[in-house]
């Protein structure tokens, strides 16, 4: 059996404090920055004219202005109904995640070019700083669905 003991003075301890407290620290802000260089690869919809501009440029046509504007704190960590739905986000590049505990925005859009339905369709797009975090197109009602925000290929 080997034994090691060593004389700490309070000045070694509180350095070894400080020190561990700095890697923390380090660690902590290392973390922080990775994560957040996943989001400079989306899009950046700061104002309504550069989300319906983003919407028109994946096919879809929307009402100039959002019906309904939400404002709301995303838990952290994410429980249901927010779990099932980052599924789905995570389908088209999108993860909920990287906002836990912070203010998002939901702009809810009419569609008007929807297949095979004229109206009653609605988009959402789920901004958070300024940067697009999720988005879904959904109908309500008895037949209705919630996709991606893909637009869907016309049935022939």
């Given at each position: 059996?080997l034994i090691?003991?060593t ?11 400080i020190?561990?407290g ?14 957040g260089?996943d989001?400079?690869d989306?899009p ?5 004219a ?5 919407l028109?440029?994946?096919?879809w046509d ?12 995303l ?25 836990c505990?912070?203010?998002v ?6 569609v ?7 109206t009653g369709v ?5 901004i ?7 988005g ?5 009602g ?10 869907p290929?016309a049935?022939?």
């Amino acid at each position: 059996m080997l034994i090691f003991t060593t004389r700490l003075s309070k000045k070694k301890a509180a350095l070894a404090v400080i020190a561990a407290g700095a890697l923390v620290a380090a660690i902590i802000i290392l973390v922080g920055y990775f994560q957040g260089n996943d989001r400079e690869d989306l899009p950046q919809l700061a104002d309504n004219a550069q989300r319906v501009s983003y919407l028109q440029s994946l096919g879809w046509d929307v009402e100039a202005e959002p019906v309904e504007t939400l404002q709301f704190l995303l838990p952290n960590p994410l429980e249901e109904p927010y779990l099932s739905y980052n599924e789905l986000q995570k389908e088209q590049g999108f993860d909920l995640s990287a906002c836990c505990g912070q203010q998002v925005a939901r702009y809810t859009y009419a569609v008007t070019n929807y297949p095979g339905r004229p109206t009653g369709v609605q988009l959402n797009l789920y901004i958070c700083e300024g940067v697009l975090v999720a988005g879904d197109v959904c109908c309500l009602g008895a037949d209705g669905f919630q996709s991606t925000l893909e637009f869907p290929e016309a049935d022939t």
